[in-house]
């Protein structure tokens, strides 16, 4: 139906919905560590006002923003906040990306080519005077951890172990395995192989995967971002014509997918946006409607806290990992206060975020320790690094430790699979 | 700087503190005479601050009146160079779009509009749809036709502003908030003004040989106290303000004018006018905007740029034209939007006395030329006029960027959203400690150091004259947060608390009157949540019991 | 999924009604759309300052019989509402939130130095027996240096014509000055972070003793206190005279405290909290909700055997208006309210405004209607429903948190 006379209100990113409330500057995790931030109503709907007369009115400073989206989890107003952010950096900025940032930027570049040379490329950034170089050449901050690649990508093990079965399985799924999986924590992926087959689902690979580009959008090498997402929507619609679902195990790669393909890069994904399917709600789902039984480990014990990355907070889709992992009998878990981890993909990476982040993380670590859990349950691989490199605490991912606490054997019989 | 006049003896009197007064008030100093300009408000305060800011190229008049559009491209150049700071250079579009075919305004008319347009001296370019829509992308796209002339934005506070502070660099006293209560007359001759002070009630009498009745419509009853007439009609236009900038170019309508028909980007939001009613002269002191005229403006709006329809309206607010019969004759059968110089000595016989009137904003500069050639001949003053050439003070230069580096090593957005607002003479602005760059207003980018600038240089009596010289409380939250925060340091500066208490009240009370027009969907929202903090948490209500 | 209850909103009144089936045992889930207007409290609740007359008010609980049928306190029942009103104190202290009540309005200072009654007051607000009451002689006036959101002025000239003398003074210390680097973000809720340390506290507490005279009071913004009310207590402790706290331009550290202490409460009891996801509509059969739908979870209903409406008003998107009219965006549910754009204002701001007044329509058991035909597993409660022009009468939190509290005992009643 057409509009009717200002029935709507409607602006770039609901910039005009704002009403001056103040409120998203009172939960920014950025402002409450850093003074050079303009913070949310400053870089966000204020800013963009004056960025709409002119680009004279850029602050490169908003580039401290974090993207961790709680300013539109908490503005009354349904303000995208976060988003008018990240569209003035490319509408505005005049951006070449730094080698550094090209470098983080680039996960799955970089992964294709440390993952046949892990061991060295492990050895090597874990070294003080690579770290040194990292540090004083590229500003990538010495004190971080790298996260650690993998001998064998996904795909391959994929290829070679994986792929001959899946044909058996009448009911079947695509996986968006993202860079992660398949470059640094094969074993996530592997994990969700084996419970989505004892749940009685086959899984497939999409034809092409490209990274998803939410490092590429943070470092603002949008037009790479755009072309890597336009090959991953061709490829899921592709994957979607028989009706089938794409799901994912990263939070960060299915929000940009969803959300971030069409509100900061433009891109109609509305094909493919409702096919994409974080894997935990897709299991819930199943669980629910009787379209699988599932048989878990007697005996199983464990405590886990749970945080709730940004990112999941903004899906909302945290209710289903609650729920699922309260079906674990001897499963105990405990809700962490919802904070920010302060890693935020690359964003901590970078040297002169470094101690920001840490600051911005602390809350949670605190929390964390004091909570002193077997392990820290959450979606999100770049918190994973985080929590792991800050605390002494394990992070799982809620599909792992469902495939450690499901007896999978009977699982596949409940299933016939 | 001259040191302003300290006796009652002046060699002008300039009645009226809109552009037309201010702008006389500007040239007379500048041509070395002693000037006073007295105001019954602020400046800026009548038709000069509600209209579009429309920086016409000329254009809009160049098929029916090309004599206007003569008037218009010469202004238009002559301001760009010296209000450099006040003007925008948007460039703006005359679209034809298709129902314009059935009354006869197709593209034979832009061809028209073309050839007269070029006969006046505006630079006129045809575009196809597919170049206009490039060029503005919020563009009815159903549009035929385009022609690319050069229009523009003028912000109308500032110009009037600075040719106020020229003025008084150049030795002329400044009355605001002192009301006309008599036309001193000696037989057939005007010997000066008698005014009350309205903040302390007191009244004073000033002298001079030649009195200018520049007051715009309430110039009538200006006329009417020195014993003349002066036929005028009060002609009201709406426009409402969007809450950003919708459009970077003026859009009209390649056709005959009619209502709603020009959307002007100026700063930070856009404006769509206007109507043309005619009212009595009872309601030019409380103009409102009707429910009627809101519909209008958004209809006709919506056909220049269809987003319009679904764009947040920030407030709406009418200015009252003062259209006057160009003849002397006092039926007033000819109306004409043109400039009307009287010198009633020659009209009436009545001696010391020059009515400016009629003309646009556009042309406020030329009418105060006009009327101050006038006043020389009267004194026997024999200088030039220099107001085509001479800058206005903070127009020295326009580049924005330039500007705030020469001043600042990393110039913060509200440092360069100043310079903006006053030009070079942001060097004024002194900023120096974190405080004095903090924010007042977070819509507007206005510093603590603006305001302050503004408080002590701007002759600022309470926060909406602040409003008129930096954009406090203009933008989406309309006075929330920053008519407090302002308030706080007026208050600290004057330290009369309970005035500025009062200051608070009016200035949310004047807010209101262009916010209700327009107060559904969020604006009503945040109508509420300001409703709300006034209330509960600052305490300002009306009680019936304190 | 399902729940026992799903509520719809985030504020006071979601999250009272939310704590108290939690606390009951019942599986509850909120879905709040943002933060509510509890982040811009004034440090303090009100049950009814004003009766709709003008009449001002010194017993709420006693003047409720003057109000009309059409007010949600007289539809659930004057005895219920006193009910409520009496077990208020009890239930937010079981939350950790303290608040100092009596039967009789208080009264507490707005940051103009206006005097205003109120029914509980936060520990951050000073709050009176009297208007005349006077803590001290002299007043010491302290803000922080560059702190735009707090008038010292306003306070004074208000303190004078009580007969005491004040003298206002900023406090400057490196920490807090580094806030005001950033242009925009002293606020009073990011001062409240810094002041959460102990070190900072100490010195803003020193300096508070030096430069005091031979004053005998003190009064402070409201910015301490960004987690819990420890920092509060302290400075209370600290400072060696009497505190009075006034309330600061948004965001609002009571207001948001209480919020977070509120959503703490709700999910130690058991209950789900969705933030930041919106209902965008629901399954309706048989005069009954089925399911709800969001915008986060797309298709995926949610479902519950009861729902509750707590969705605020305008500013909390409860209310909706647009060109032409006043609507229940969520539901579609009946309201009551003018047709005619005119009538929804007053010319004065300062005005009673006829918008703040409407709401949904409801019948006695606060069970709103669609086309005229109830919703029987359907509560309203808090500042969506019509009858109440809260901010004239001073009932805003009253309304809130004892419809959510009568909403609650239905719900376990049934």
């Known amino acids: 139906m057409e509009t009717k006379m200002q029935e709507k209100n409607i602006s770039a990113n609901e910039l005009e919905q704002c009403v001056k409330c103040t409120v998203c500057t009172a939960y920014c995790p950025v402002l409450k560590v850093s003074v050079i931030y303009p913070g949310p109503k400053q870089s966000g709907p204020d800013g963009e006002r004056y960025r709409l007369k002119s680009s004279l009115f850029m602050d490169n400073n908003i580039k401290y923003c974090l993207n961790c989206k709680r300013c539109e989890v908490v503005c009354p107003s349904g303000v995208k906040i976060a988003d008018i952010i990240h569209s003035a950096r490319e509408t505005y900025g005049r951006q070449i990306p730094k080698v550094r940032d090209f470098i983080l930027a680039s996960t799955d570049l970089m992964g294709s080519v440390a993952s046949p040379f892990a061991p060295v490329v492990n050895a090597v950034t874990g070294l003080g005077a690579t770290k040194f170089v990292l540090d004083k050449v590229m500003a990538i901050d ?15 093990w994929f290829r070679k172990e994986a792929a001959p079965v899946q044909g058996t399985f009448k009911k079947r799924v695509s996986y968006f395995h993202g860079c992660y999986v398949n470059y640094n924590y094969p074993q996530l992926g592997k994990d969700f192989v084996t419970l989505m087959n004892a749940l009685g689902v086959g899984v497939d690979l999409l034809e092409k995967e490209r990274c998803c580009g939410v490092a590429k959008i943070s470092s603002g090498m949008f037009d790479t971002a755009r072309k890597h997402a336009r090959i991953n929507i061709a490829s899921m619609e592709k994957a979607m014509s028989d009706g089938r679902k794409v799901l994912t195990t990263s939070t960060t790669c299915t929000l940009t997918m969803k959300d971030e393909y069409p509100d900061i890069l433009g891109l109609d994904n509305t094909s493919v946006k409702d096919g994409i399917v974080l894997a935990i709600r897709y299991i819930y789902e199943m669980l629910e409607k009787g379209e699988a039984k599932i048989a878990f480990k007697e005996g199983y014990r464990a405590r886990a806290a749970y945080h709730v990355p940004c990112h999941m907070e903004k899906m909302g889709l945290s209710i289903f990992t609650r729920k699922l992992l309260k079906m674990i009998p001897g499963m105990e878990l405990v809700s962490l206060d919802s904070n920010c981890c302060g890693i935020a993909g690359t964003y901590g990476f970078k040297k002169e975020n470094y101690a920001r982040s840490q600051a911005i993380g602390k809350a949670l670590f605190d929390n964390i320790n004091a909570v002193n859990p077997d392990f820290v349950a959450c979606e999100c691989e770049t918190c994973k690094w985080q929590i792991e490199m800050s605390t002494a605490y394990k992070v799982k991912n809620p599909v792992s430790i469902l495939a450690e606490a499901v007896d999978i054997e009977k699982t596949k019989k409940l299933n016939n699979a | 700087m001259i040191p302003a006049q300290t006796t009652n003896d002046f060699d002008v009197i300039i009645i009226g503190g809109g552009i037309t007064g201010t702008g006389t008030a500007r040239d007379c100093a500048l041509r070395g005479l002693r000037v006073l300009l007295v105001e019954r408000d602020d400046i800026a305060t009548g038709a000069t601050g509600r209209n579009h800011g429309l920086l016409h190229s000329g254009a809009r008049y160049a098929v029916k009146d090309s004599e206007s559009a003569e008037e218009c491209i010469r202004e238009n150049t002559i301001l760009r160079k010296i209000a450099a700071h006040c003007v925008e250079d948007t460039q703006g579009l005359f679209i034809t779009l298709p129902e314009d075919e059935e009354i006869g305004y197709g593209l034979d008319y832009q061809k028209q509009f073309i050839d007269a347009c070029t006969r006046a001296g505006i630079k006129a370019t045809a575009m196809d749809p597919r170049e206009a829509i490039a060029m503005e992308p919020s563009v009815n796209p159903a549009l035929i036709g385009a022609v690319q002339v050069p229009d523009g934005s003028v912000d109308p506070f500032r110009l009037c502003s600075a040719n106020l502070v020229d003025a008084k660099l150049h030795g002329a006293k400044v009355l605001t908030y002192h009301e006309l209560v008599e036309i001193i007359r000696e037989g057939d001759t005007v010997r000066g003004v008698r005014v009350r002070n309205k903040t302390t009630g007191q009244t004073s009498a000033y002298f001079a040989p030649v009195t200018v009745n520049a007051a715009g419509i309430w110039g009538h009853q200006v006329a009417e106290m020195a014993g003349v007439h002066v036929g005028m009609y009060p002609a009201k236009g709406a426009l409402l303000i969007f809450a950003h900038r919708v459009n970077n170019v003026v859009i009209n309508r390649c056709r005959k004018s009619a209502d709603g028909d020009i959307l002007v980007p100026g700063d930070t939001v856009s404006v769509i006018g206007t109507t043309s009613t005619k009212i009595p002269f009872e309601e030019c002191d409380d103009v409102r905007v009707t429910p009627e005229e809101v519909d209008l403006m958004l209809r006709e709006g919506s056909r220049l740029a269809p987003s319009l329809m679904t764009t947040r309206v920030l407030r709406a607010y009418a200015g009252v034209r003062p259209l006057v019969s160009a003849d002397n004759d006092p039926t007033g059968r000819n109306i004409s939007r043109g400039i009307v110089c009287l010198d009633h000595e020659k009209r009436d016989g009545l001696r010391g006395f020059i009515t400016i ?68 003479r942001a060097s004024q602005i002194k900023a120096d400690d974190r405080f004095e760059r903090s924010l007042v207003c977070e819509c507007e980018q206005v510093s603590v150091a603006e305001v302050r600038s503004a408080m002590d240089n701007l002759d600022v009596h309470n926060l909406v004259d602040l409003r008129r010289r930096t954009r406090v409380g203009m933008g989406t939250c309309q006075g929330q947060l920053c008519a407090c925060r302002a308030a706080g340091l007026l208050g600290k500066n004057r330290l009369c608390v309970k005035k500025e208490r009062e200051d608070l009240a009016s200035f949310m009370e004047e807010r209101w009157k262009g916010l209700r027009p327009v107060a559904w969907g969020d604006a009503l929202r945040g109508a509420e949540l300001s409703a709300w903090e006034y209330s509960e948490v600052l305490g300002f209500d009306k009680e019936d019991e304190q | 999924m399902k729940f026992d ?74 005895d219920n509402t006193r009910r409520y009103a009496a077990s208020a104190k009890e239930f937010f202290a079981d ?74 003074e900023s406090i400057e210390l490196d920490e807090l000055d580094m806030l005001r680097s950033n242009a925009s973000e002293m606020r009073a809720t990011n001062i409240a972070l810094t002041m959460e340390k102990d070190k900072i506290r100490k010195s803003f507490v020193k300096e508070i003793s030096r430069i005091r005279q031979d004053e005998d009071m003190l009064i402070l913004p409201q910015i301490f206190g960004y987690e819990d009310t420890r920092a509060l207590e302290d400075i209370r402790k600290a400072v060696g005279m009497p505190v009075t706290f006034i309330s600061t331009l948004m965001p609002s550290v009571p207001g948001i405290r209480t919020q977070k202490m509120l959503k703490k409460a709700f999910e130690a009891a058991g209950g789900t909290l969705m933030m930041g996801d919106c209902v965008t509509g629901a399954v309706i059969e048989g005069g009954k909700i089925k399911s709800v739908l969001t915008s986060n979870l797309g298709s995926y209903g949610l479902e519950a055997d009861n729902f509750v409406l707590a969705t605020g008003s305008f500013f909390g998107k409860g209310l909706a208006s647009d060109f032409t009219k006043i609507y229940e965006p969520v539901l579609g549910l009946d309201v009551d309210a003018s047709e005619k754009r005119d009538e929804w204002y007053s010319s004065s701001f300062f005005d009673r405004q006829a918008f703040i007044g409407f709401g949904v329509k409801t019948d006695n058991d606060l069970h709103p209607s669609r086309d005229g035909e109830a919703i029987s597993n359907l509560y309203a409660a808090g500042s969506v429903l019509s009858g109440a022009e809260s901010l004239y009468e001073g009932s805003g939190a009253g309304v809130a948190i004892i419809t959510a509290m009568y909403a609650a005992d239905k719900i376990l009643e049934g």
């Open chain 1, 142 to 156: 010495h004190r971080r951890t790298f996260p650690k690649y993998s001998g064998t990508k996904f795909e391959t």
């Open chain 2, 357 to 424: 009137t009629g003309g646009k904003l556009m042309t406020y500069r030329l009418m105060a030329e006009m009327a101050t050639d006038a006043v020389c001949e009267k004194l026997g003053v024999t200088v030039g006029c220099s107001t085509a050439t001479t800058p206005l003070p903070g127009s020295e230069s326009s580049d924005i960027k330039e500007i705030s580096k020469k001043l600042w090593k990393m110039p913060t957005i509200a440092q360069k959203a100043s310079v903006g607002r006053v030009g070079t």
């Open chain 3, 5 to 78: 209850t799903i509520i719809i909103g985030g504020g006071l009144s979601a999250l009272t009604c939310g704590i108290k089936l939690a606390k009951a045992g019942r599986d509850c889930l909120i879905i709040a759309s943002g933060e509510s207007a509890l982040s811009f409290n004034s440090g303090s609740f009100g049950l009814l300052s004003r009766l709709p007359d003008g009449t001002a008010v010194e017993e709420p609980l006693k003047a409720i019989e003057q109000l009309p049928s059409s007010h949600p306190y007289v539809k659930i029942g004057i």
């Open chain 3, 95 to 168: 939350c950790g939130i303290s608040l100092r009540g009596t039967e009789r309005n208080l009264w507490r200072y707005t940051s103009s130095g206006k005097m205003k009654r109120c029914w509980l007051a936060m520990e951050d607000t000073t709050a009176f027996v009297s208007r005349e009451d006077k803590v001290g002689d002299k007043a010491l006036i302290v803000t922080v240096k560059g702190f735009q959101d707090f008038f010292p002025g306003f306070v004074a000239e208000s303190l004078e014509k009580k007969g005491i003398s004040c003298r206002c």
